[in-house]
C-alpha cells in the first residue's frame, strides 16, 4: 500500500506511515527493517526520499542504522520524564515499576581546580568532592553519573558512608535546601568511558545531562554530568503559552 494519498511532504508521510507500522508491531523492536529498496517499492516513493525519512526517524531514536548491516527499530525507552522538576533517577526507575540500585565506582576528595573554583566560587584550598557511580533498574546499567560537591556542604563523615543519597546528604544539617536547577541536555554518540560502563552497543546513543543544582540563595552547591541510555530513557518539555 503506497503512501500518496495526501499533499504532504512525501517524506513525512513516510515518517508517520513507519511510526505507525512500528506502533502496530508491523516491525518489531530490535528487528531488522526491509532493505531500502523493499521499503520504497512497498511505499511507492523513491530511495531518496526513503533516505531522508531514516534519517530522521534516526534522529528521534525511533531506528538505528548500522553500518554494513542494516536498520534496526529501536526499543522503546523504559522511562520518561519532564526535566520541569526536580525528580531523581530512582523515582523515575520505581514508577516505571522496576527497582533502582545504584553501583559505586569512586568517591574522592581533592583540592579544588581552577574549573571548580569558576563553578563554585570557592578557593583552591578548598576541597571537592566528587562520586562516581551507575545507576542501575533491576540491575541493568542504565545511568552513569559524576556528581561534585564542595567538602564543606556535606557530613564530615560522608566519605566513610557506603550508600548515601547526595541530595540528603547535602541537606542533612538542614542548612542547605536545594531549590532549583539549571540542566544543559546534549545528545552522543559512543562514548568512550560512559558506553563501555552502561555496557551499551556501539550505535547506542546517550543523553549527557549536566545540571547545577542551586539552594534557595542561588548558590551552587552541587555539579552533576549524568549519562543516559537513550535507548531507556526519554525527556520532554512542558511549554506553555505567554
Same mark, same amino acid.
Given at each position: #500500500?503506497? $503512501?500518496?494519498?495526501?499533499?504532504?511532504?512525501?517524506?513525512?508521510? %513516510?515518517?508517520?506511515? #513507519? +511510526?505507525?507500522?512500528?506502533? /502496530?508491531?508491523?516491525? +518489531?523492536?530490535?528487528?531488522?527493517?526491509?532493505?531500502?529498496? =523493499?521499503? @520504497?517499492?512497498?511505499?511507492?516513493?523513491?530511495? /531518496?526520499?526513503?533516505? =531522508?525519512?531514516?534519517?530522521? *526517524? =534516526?534522529? &528521534?531514536? $525511533?531506528?538505528?542504522?548500522?553500518?554494513?548491516?542494516?536498520? !534496526?527499530?529501536?526499543?522503546?525507552?523504559?522511562? @520518561?520524564?519532564?526535566?520541569?522538576? *526536580?525528580? @531523581? %533517577?530512582?523515582?523515575?526507575?520505581?514508577?516505571?515499576? #522496576?527497582?533502582?540500585?545504584?553501583?559505586?565506582?569512586?568517591?574522592?576528595?581533592?583540592?579544588?581546580?581552577?574549573?571548580?573554583?569558576?563553578?563554585?566560587?570557592?578557593?583552591?584550598?578548598?576541597?571537592?568532592?566528587?562520586?562516581?557511580?551507575?545507576?542501575?533498574?533491576?540491575?541493568?546499567? %542504565?545511568?552513569?553519573? $559524576? &556528581? +561534585? %560537591?564542595?567538602?564543606?556542604?556535606?557530613?564530615?563523615? !560522608?566519605?566513610?558512608?557506603?550508600?548515601?543519597?547526595?541530595?540528603?546528604?547535602? =541537606?542533612?544539617?538542614?542548612?542547605?535546601?536545594?531549590?532549583?536547577?539549571?540542566?544543559?541536555?546534549?545528545?552522543?554518540?559512543?562514548?568512550?568511558?560512559?558506553?563501555?560502563?552502561?555496557?551499551?552497543?556501539?550505535?547506542?546513543?546517550?543523553?549527557?545531562?549536566?545540571? *547545577?543544582?542551586?539552594?534557595? &540563595?542561588?548558590?551552587?552547591?552541587?555539579?552533576? +554530568?549524568?549519562?543516559?541510555?537513550?535507548?531507556?530513557?526519554? !525527556?520532554?518539555?512542558?511549554?506553555?503559552?505567554?
Amino acid at each position: #500500500m503506497t $503512501i500518496k494519498s495526501d499533499h504532504r511532504a512525501l517524506y513525512l508521510q %513516510v515518517i508517520d506511515r #513507519m +511510526k505507525q507500522d512500528i506502533a /502496530a508491531g508491523v516491525y +518489531k523492536e530490535k528487528e531488522k527493517l526491509p532493505s531500502e529498496f =523493499e521499503l @520504497s517499492k512497498t511505499l511507492g516513493v523513491s530511495r /531518496a526520499t526513503l533516505r =531522508e525519512a531514516l534519517r530522521l *526517524l =534516526e534522529e &528521534d531514536n $525511533i531506528i538505528v542504522r548500522r553500518h554494513g548491516v542494516g536498520t !534496526f527499530v529501536n526499543s522503546k525507552p523504559l522511562f @520518561s520524564s519532564g526535566i520541569e522538576q *526536580l525528580t @531523581s %533517577v530512582s523515582d523515575m526507575i520505581r514508577q516505571a515499576g #522496576m527497582e533502582p540500585g545504584a553501583i559505586y565506582l569512586s568517591t574522592s576528595e581533592t583540592l579544588s581546580s581552577e574549573e571548580d573554583i569558576k563553578r563554585f566560587h570557592c578557593t583552591g584550598d578548598d576541597t571537592i568532592i566528587t562520586i562516581e557511580r551507575v545507576r542501575t533498574a533491576n540491575g541493568e546499567p %542504565v545511568v552513569y553519573c $559524576i &556528581d +561534585k %560537591v564542595p567538602s564543606d556542604y556535606l557530613p564530615t563523615d !560522608f566519605l566513610g558512608r557506603t550508600e548515601s543519597s547526595i541530595f540528603t546528604a547535602i =541537606e542533612e544539617s538542614g542548612d542547605i535546601h536545594i531549590s532549583y536547577a539549571v540542566t544543559f541536555i546534549d545528545p552522543t554518540g559512543y562514548h568512550e568511558e560512559a558506553s563501555p560502563i552502561l555496557e551499551c552497543e556501539p550505535e547506542t546513543a546517550l543523553l549527557v545531562l549536566k545540571q *547545577l543544582h542551586y539552594d534557595e &540563595d542561588d548558590r551552587l552547591v552541587l555539579y552533576s +554530568k549524568n549519562y543516559f541510555r537513550a535507548d531507556k530513557f526519554s !525527556f520532554h518539555v512542558v511549554r506553555k503559552r505567554v
